[in-house]
C-alpha cells in the first residue's frame, strides 16, 4: 500500500515531505496530489508530457505475457538476487504491472516496495501487484519524488537508466540491479522477423553510462526457452525496441511463414552495482 511507503516520498514541486490526508499526499506548502481510486499517486508535475508512457492496450498485453510465466525463470533469479542483500526498501524504476517488484517482495519479507513508473496504466496494477508495494506515476527522466538515501536497492528491469538519481535516492552502500536483453535475445527470430537486433555492447554501454555512480559488483547470463504462440510473439515484440519499428501487420505476415506455437530463445543480462561515495 501507498502508506507503507509515504515516509520515503517527497513533494515533486518543493521537495518537502508528503503526508497522507483524506485521499491524497500533501507537503508542509499545501502541495496536494489525488491518489487514484485503484490506490496510485501521480506525482508528475502538472507541465510534465507523458511521452514515452505505456498504453492501456501495451500494459494489458504485457500482464497476459508476464502472467502466463513465461519470464518466471528471470523473475525467480532476479528475486533471489536481490533478497540475498535483505532489503528494506525496494524501488523498481520503470516497474510496469509491478510483476518483478511483486516476486522480489515475495522473496524479502521485510521489504516494502515503490513502483515508479511514467504510465498510469501500469501504476494502476502495480498499486496491487503485492501488499506491501506502493505506485507513484514519475518521470525517471525528472528529479524522482524520493528522499536522498530513502532506497537500499534499486532495480531497474527493461526501463530507462537515470544514474544521477539512482545513485542520489540509494543509500550509501546501495545496490542497483538491472536486466537487460542479451545480444542473443529472440536469437534467429530477430532475422525472420525484421526486429531490432540488440547492440552487441549494450552492457558496457550501460556499465559507462553508470561509471561515477556506480561500479559493476557482479553480471550473469540467464538464457531460457519459451514457446510462444503467434499473438505472445506480438506482444513480446511490442515490449520492446521493435514495438514502433515493425508494424504489427507486416509482423503477422512475416509470422505465418513460422510453426505456431514457436520456440523462441530468451537471453538476459542481470547486473548487480554497487553504489559509489
Ligand atoms: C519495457 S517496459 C518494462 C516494464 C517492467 N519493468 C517489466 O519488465 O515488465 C518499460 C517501462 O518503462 C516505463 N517508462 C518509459 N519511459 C519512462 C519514463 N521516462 N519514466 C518512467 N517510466 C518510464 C514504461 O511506461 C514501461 O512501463
Ligand atoms: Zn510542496
Known amino acids: 500500500m501507498l502508506a507503507d511507503v509515504v515516509r520515503y516520498l517527497v513533494c515533486p514541486v518543493c521537495g518537502a515531505g508528503l503526508e497522507l490526508v483524506d485521499r491524497g499526499l500533501r507537503c508542509p506548502a499545501g502541495h496536494a496530489f489525488d491518489i487514484a481510486r485503484q490506490g496510485y499517486a501521480n506525482l508528475l508535475p502538472g507541465n510534465a508530457r507523458p511521452g514515452t508512457a505505456d498504453t492501456p492496450e501495451m500494459v494489458r498485453a504485457r500482464d497476459e505475457f508476464l502472467t ?126 525484421g526486429l531490432l537486433s540488440i547492440d552487441k555492447h549494450k552492457t558496457e554501454r550501460m556499465d559507462a553510462a553508470l561509471a561515477g555512480y556506480f561500479k559493476l559488483d557482479s553480471r550473469q547470463e540467464l538464457e531460457t526457452e519459451a514457446v510462444l504462440t503467434h499473438g505472445e510473439v506480438i506482444t513480446l515484440v511490442g515490449m520492446g525496441p521493435s514495438a514502433h519499428h515493425v508494424p504489427e501487420e507486416q509482423l503477422r505476415e512475416r509470422l505465418e511463414r513460422l510453426p505456431d506455437p514457436l520456440p523462441a530463445p530468451l537471453s538476459f543480462v542481470l547486473s548487480t552495482y554497487r553504489r559509489l561515495e
Open 68 to 193: 502466463a510465466g513465461h519470464f518466471t525463470a528471470l523473475a525467480d533469479r532476479l528475486a533471489w538476487n536481490v533478497s540475498r542483500a535483505d532489503p528494506a526498501f525496494v524501488l523498481d524504476a520503470g516497474a510496469g504491472t509491478g510483476h518483478y517488484l511483486s516476486r522480489v517482495l515475495d522473496r524479502a519479507p521485510k521489504a516494502v516496495g515503490l513502483a515508479l513508473d511514467i504510465s498510469k496504466h501500469a501504476a494502476r496494477r502495480a498499486a496491487k501487484a503485492h501488499p506491501r508495494c506502493g505506485a507513484v506515476v514519475a518521470d525517471l527522466w525528472r528529479p524522482f519524488p524520493i528522499r536522498d538515501g530513502a532506497a537500499d536497492t534499486v532495480v531497474n528491469v527493461f526501463a530507462p537508466r537515470n544514474a544521477a538519481e539512482f545513485h542520489r535516492v540509494l543509500r550509501d552502500d546501495g545496490l542497483l540491479f538491472t536486466v537487460t536483453p542479451s545480444p542473443r535475445h529472440l536469437g534467429t527470430l530477430v532475422e525472420a522477423l
